[in-house]
């Protein structure tokens, strides 16, 4: 049982911590530009694959991890620069834009990388006991790469002048213009850190998961989830609820069969929802 | 200009004339387009009672799959297991979504904006997880086949293995939705819908317990998109839990938006077009769903009322 | 209504307004170009005999690709084997085919083109259960002979069987009935069974644990959604007496609980033992080398060297007519695995509906029936179409019984077979009796 319970909080802690670069991707995105992006899991997906391609080329999963996620970026700038800016400002009708471009973009992946889960190898393999199990030595190391991506968007977000930028025109978009900060552009560059976050947990996840066009789709009602219930807009909240979530189902798995983990998991969240909109942590 | 005109007094005999072309169908055209005529019916179906909601009241759902797939087994499993006729299973597909949908409404109908968006989706996940893992009920995502017996009318059987009885039934359980809703969105209570939509503030300090109003529409939506599920599983003699999954309700949302929310009519030829256009694509090209998606984005972008809306600005 | 004085410019049709007589007359235009577009087209031909057309739907795009590509490639060639030789009762056969999307509703309505639209005589493939499912009220309706490509649900000739469909290959139970003997005898007899949640795994779960426990052993059940991604969770539930751990997944999850049993160390202290259906399509180094070890059940050896001698030479030509190298590879691009213990299917199915025609005198739809009948009493003797070897028809349940193998894993990645499960023992009592309904 402690060896049930020890691998349950480390891979539920983990977990938490590759849904929190999600989640943050899509609170940024959400908070500040007030806008719903259904292809969020899309974007994971396309980190996760691009970054087979480079392993496929170089054999290299550090590379990977550097250039699958900025060449989603300039995606992410396309898709802003191109399609959304003309509806930034109406929250239904991106929702739906942004549902057709998740279409388009599973079915491309589909088309060109093919339908069969494809597979990344371990690039740290090894693994350490853990009471009489053992557990890969890899996703510790993820956990790791995650913090340090959120300890690099923290220091963006508070030690520079972007990251300036952007808190101001989240408080207050008139003051901003006013101030002369060219909020257009931190616009885009906030779609495309976004899409940065979403498709470096695609790259963090696929040596567990396997790549495959569908792996968005239900990551993308996930990250949705946690970042409501954390509250838009609060950015630690996203945080702290991927991992409690993530524990809750993990160690909720040991004693209940995963559905009814899913179903009341699920049915929490609409209590949330009900009872506190704002989300736990919001204001 | 007849999309005007379709409001006004001319209604009747336009649509009579549509009627009258749509009856005529199974005299000159194959069993195969009288199948494919069927089921665009259904998803014209499933479409328009999501334009109640979100064309004319405002309420973006994601889940409204959760009421077709219900409306599915609403006729799948009474039929099959418990020998009900098919006039009882499309009673109750529409009757069970509609008990669900004021279930599920009673709650979303408290949040606007995403939070709806998002309740939903999480309604219809539980629902679809339901349906997944509770195989012997639902037969899981392998799903049900059943033998739809005879349609009895008290003056008539209706063999429902026959396409061609099969096509007019759902003709004139369509055509009697379409009209039934046009109906509601014309008369006082959908003005009240409107308004809703339009400001829902403003519509509360008149006086309106919007929130009641929500859930009307919601029921009402929820019912029809049960009964839409109901005849498409009748036209299968097959329901899925597949059928469940939040995604399914995508296909409403791409029918009304490309078609023109807000319209009814938007809804019906959103489906037909869409429709067609995958069934000649899909000789050509595998990943139909690449072109929906680049259509969907494209109307959104060029022309955000849809096709029934574009017509009708570009009259001025 | 609305009057319209003088024609109409072309800029007022086209420009700026669309008046109702253009809307109902484009309708009815459109309604005649649908009419005429479904008119049979039948060119009369004195003399010249109509091809037989045979309809084919597949996993194609999605998730199931590998089975799709492999299972059309093989009746294609198929199919130009038989058009070299003569035919079908000396009448050209062509093969029409769709995708199914893995989807059953879309699969519903491709069938249904190809029964109305394309007017096929018999039709095949699929290996997803849930579109066979959602095709056999079609097969029955239009009493079209349908016969299966690969899909593994035992009741699809069992509890949910319909008259108009055939199996010729395995399904779980036949599975169960061939491989837990072997499980039991060799590698242990407290088992733990992880598979997805739902009907494939239920049932794999189901007969093997029942024979399992039948013989005085353990079998723990394990679910797991079919989408899961990271199986720690559910590897870590695994009893700690268990000595064979058998595992059912498709697509991605079943690399991934390949994969994390041993990032987790469980290869040290236990078997692994699976049915092909989780990894056939993979080479075995996407599975990964610490697959070393592993025990496949399978329906035709991946490597022609480990194909039983008297086959050999049915085998060698087999592979060359659909394109796959000796090792299971595509002869033009060498990164895509056949899917060998499925696809034998789509080769030997079109000589059996050959056998069938010259055998019931079938000319045309109205000896559907007559057809069935002699389908479903087919014994088939190894030759170059049946390379898997005999094959027998059972009429009861319209299912066909073919020897078995046991696989495993060597350090190489390559599959040795390690034993061969004849198809006598492998029976099981008939659970339908379909003999009446034709």
Redesign the interface.
């Known amino acids: 049982m402690a060896?049930?319970l020890a691998?349950?909080v480390l891979?539920g802690i983990v977990?938490g911590l590759i849904m929190a670069l999600i989640a943050l991707g899509l609170n940024l995105i959400?908070g500040l530009l007030h806008i719903?992006n259904m292809a969020h899991g899309a974007l994971y997906m396309l980190g996760a694959v691009f970054s087979w391609y480079v392993i496929e080329l170089t054999g290299n999963y550090w590379l990977a991890l550097f250039v699958a996620p900025l060449a989603v970026g300039l995606i992410g700038l396309a898709l802003e620069r191109g399609?959304l800016r003309?509806?930034e400002d109406q929250?239904?009708?991106t929702?739906?834009?942004t549902?057709?471009?998740?279409?388009?973009l599973?079915?491309?992946v589909?088309?060109y990388f093919?339908?069969?889960?494809?597979?990344i190898?371990?690039p740290i393999p090894g693994?350490f006991p853990l009471f009489?199990?053992?557990?890969?030595l890899?996703r510790i190391v993820i956990a790791a790469i995650s913090v340090a991506v959120m300890g690099g968007l923290w220091f963006f977000l508070n030690r520079t002048r972007y990251g300036l930028w952007v808190r101001a025109v989240v408080q207050d978009r008139e003051m901003a213009v006013a101030l002369g900060i060219p909020v257009h552009k931190v616009y885009m560059w906030t779609f495309v850190l976004g899409s940065v976050l979403a498709a470096f947990s695609g790259v963090l996840?696929a040596p567990?998961?396997?790549?495959?066009f569908?792996?968005g789709?239900?990551i993308l009602?996930m990250a949705?989830?946690i970042v409501?219930v954390g509250g838009?807009g609060n950015l630690w909240g996203s945080v702290v609820t991927a991992v409690v979530i993530s524990l809750i189902h993990?160690v909720g798995?040991?004693f209940v069969?995963?559905?009814t983990a899913?179903?009341f998991s699920?049915?929490f969240?609409?209590l949330v929802?009900?009872v506190r909109?704002q989300g736990l942590f919001g204001e | 200009m007849l999309l005007d005109r379709w409001k006004g007094g001319a209604f009747p005999l336009a649509f009579g004339l549509l009627m009258a072309v749509l009856a005529a169908v199974p005299f000159f055209a194959g069993l195969f387009y009288q199948t494919f005529l069927t089921e665009i019916l259904v998803w014209a179906l499933f479409a328009i009672s999501f334009d109640l909601i979100f064309g004319y009241t405002g309420l973006l759902s994601f889940g409204q799959a959760l009421f077709f797939g219900l409306g599915g087994y609403a006729v799948a499993i009474p039929v099959l297991k418990l020998g009900l006729g098919t006039g009882a299973g499309l009673l109750l597909s529409v009757a069970v979504p509609a008990v669900f949908a004021a279930f599920v409404g009673f709650f979303s109908v408290r949040l606007t904006g995403i939070h709806f968006v998002i309740i939903t989706i999480i309604f219809a996940l539980i629902g679809s997880t339901v349906g997944e893992t509770w195989t012997s009920l639902t037969g899981g995502a392998d799903g049900l086949v059943f033998m739809a017996p005879p349609l009895d009318l008290g003056v008539a059987k209706l063999d429902l293995m026959d396409i061609r009885i099969t096509y007019y039934l759902v003709l004139a359980v369509v055509a009697l939705s379409f009209l039934f809703l046009r109906r509601m969105v014309r008369s006082p209570l959908g003005k009240v819908f409107v308004a809703i939509r339009e400001n829902e503030e403003r519509a509360r300090l008149i006086g309106y317990d919007v929130r009641r109003y929500k859930l009307l529409a919601f029921v009402i939506a929820g019912g029809l998109s049960g009964l839409a599920g109901g005849l498409y599983s009748l036209s299968l003699k097959y329901a899925s839990a597949t059928f469940l999954h939040w995604s399914v309700s995508g296909h409403a949302v791409v029918y009304t938006i490309v078609g023109g929310a807000g319209t009814l009519l938007g809804p019906v030829i959103g489906a037909g077009l869409i429709m067609s256009l995958e069934h000649y694509l899909v000789k050509l090209l595998q990943a139909t769903d690449l072109v929906v998606g680049a259509v969907l984005v494209s109307t959104l972008l060029l022309a955000p009322r849809g096709i029934v809306g574009f017509l009708r600005g570009r009259r001025k | 209504m609305k009057e319209r004085k003088g024609k109409k410019s072309v800029r007022e049709v086209m420009g700026t307004e669309i008046s109702r007589r253009d809307f109902l007359r484009t309708t009815a235009v459109g309604a005649a170009g649908l009419a005429v577009g479904s008119l049979p087209f039948t060119p009369f031909t004195y003399g010249a005999s109509m091809p037989i057309r045979i309809g084919m739907i597949q996993e194609n795009t999605v998730g199931a690709t590998a089975y799709g590509y492999w299972l059309t490639k093989a009746a294609k060639a198929a199919l130009a084997k038989l058009n070299a030789d003569g035919g079908i009762a000396g009448r050209k056969v062509e093969l029409i085919d769709y995708d199914t999307k893995v989807n059953p509703a879309w699969a519903s309505s491709m069938f249904k083109k190809l029964i109305l639209e394309d007017k096929v005589d018999f039709t095949m493939g699929s290996v997803h259960s849930g579109v066979q499912m959602a095709v056999f009220p079609l097969a029955e309706q239009y009493k079209i002979p349908y016969i299966g490509g690969g899909a593994m649900a035992a009741g699809l000739t069992g509890k949910d069987a319909i008259a108009y469909y055939s199996r010729i290959h395995t399904h779980a139970r036949m599975q169960a009935a061939a491989g837990w003997k072997w499980g039991f005898d060799n590698l242990g007899k407290n088992w733990t069974f992880l598979v997805a949640d739902y009907a494939w795994g239920h049932s794999l779960a189901e007969e093997f644990g029942s024979r399992i426990k039948a013989a005085g052993g353990k079998a723990q059940t394990i679910l797991a959604p079919q989408n899961t991604g990271d199986f720690v969770p559910f590897l870590q539930k695994v009893d700690p007496e268990t000595k064979v751990l058998f595992t059912a997944f498709l697509g991605a999850p079943a690399l991934g609980v390949m994969r994390q049993t041993v990032e987790l160390g469980l290869h040290k202290r236990l078997q692994r033992y699976t049915v092909i259906c989780c990894t056939d399509g993979v080479g075995q180094e996407t599975v990964g080398k610490e697959s070393a070890g592993a025990h496949y059940l399978s329906y035709y050896p991946r490597h022609a060297s480990q194909v039983p001698k008297e086959l050999q030479a049915y085998d060698k030509a087999y592979r060359k007519a659909v394109g796959m190298t000796d090792d299971a590879k595509d002869a033009s691009d060498p990164k895509n695995t056949a899917t060998v213990s499925h696809m034998w299917t789509m080769w030997t199915t079109p000589y059996m509906i050959k056998q069938a025609v010259e055998q019931s005198g079938w000319k045309d739809s109205k000896k559907n029936a007559d057809f069935m009948k002699a389908f479903n009493t087919l014994k088939v003797k190894a030759g170059p179409w049946a390379p898997q070897g005999d094959l027998v028809m059972r009429e009861n349940d319209h299912q066909g019984f073919h020897d078995h193998y046991l696989e495993e894993v060597q350090p190489d990645l390559s599959l040795k077979v390690i034993a061969r499960v004849p198809k006598e023992k492998l029976m099981y009592d008939a659970p339908v009796d379909l003999r009446s309904k034709l």
């Open positions: 060896s049930n691998v349950a891979n977990w959400f719903i399609l003309t509806i929250p239904l009708v929702i739906i834009c549902f057709g471009i998740m279409l388009v599973q079915q491309l589909l088309t093919g339908g069969t889960a494809r597979r190898a371990l693994r009489d199990l053992q557990y890969p890899m996840a567990i998961v396997s790549v495959d569908m792996m789709r239900e009602i949705f989830i409501i838009m993990g798995s040991i069969v995963p559905s899913t179903v699920l049915g969240m609409i929802l009900l909109p």
